[in-house]
């Protein structure tokens, strides 16, 4: 049986700092006894260049709007530092609504 961990709308409240521990605490938890499991992250990935100018400017708005709180709306680059940071070696991103993403992340 292959573990997963799901974060919805979480990872966007923290700073990178504090993402990479909550990622390596995740990684943890899906690759015990050996078995290598999946983190599945389903957040908001920034992304200029292939969506539509009012989607990225919500996007951009709500960053305004989290960073008030120390969180931040992150782009693809942005997100992939932060896995590999915290020991992930591969990663997959499928938009699923306007909004979100759900990103899996592969230890």
Same mark, same amino acid.
């Given at each position: 049986m292959l573990l997963?961990?799901?974060?919805?709308? $979480? !990872?966007?409240d923290w700073t990178d700092k504090d993402c990479i521990k909550i990622l390596k605490k995740c990684k943890e938890a899906v690759t015990t006894?050996? *078995?290598?499991g999946k983190v $599945?992250?389903?957040? @908001?990935?920034i992304n200029e260049k292939?969506? /539509?100018?009012e989607l990225t400017q919500i996007k951009l !708005? @709500?960053?305004v709007t989290i960073s008030c709180l120390n969180g931040k709306e992150r782009n693809e680059e942005e997100? *992939? *530092?932060?896995?590999m940071e915290a020991g992930? /070696?591969?990663?997959? $991103?499928s938009p699923c609504t306007g909004?979100?993403? !759900? $990103? /899996?992340?592969?230890?």
């Open positions: 997963s961990f799901t974060l919805q709308w $979480i !990872l966007h006894d050996g *078995k290598r $599945i992250v389903i957040d @908001m990935v292939k969506e /539509e100018d !708005l @709500m960053n997100w *992939k *530092k932060l896995f992930f /070696e591969n990663y997959k $991103i909004l979100l993403s !759900l $990103i /899996e992340i592969y230890p």
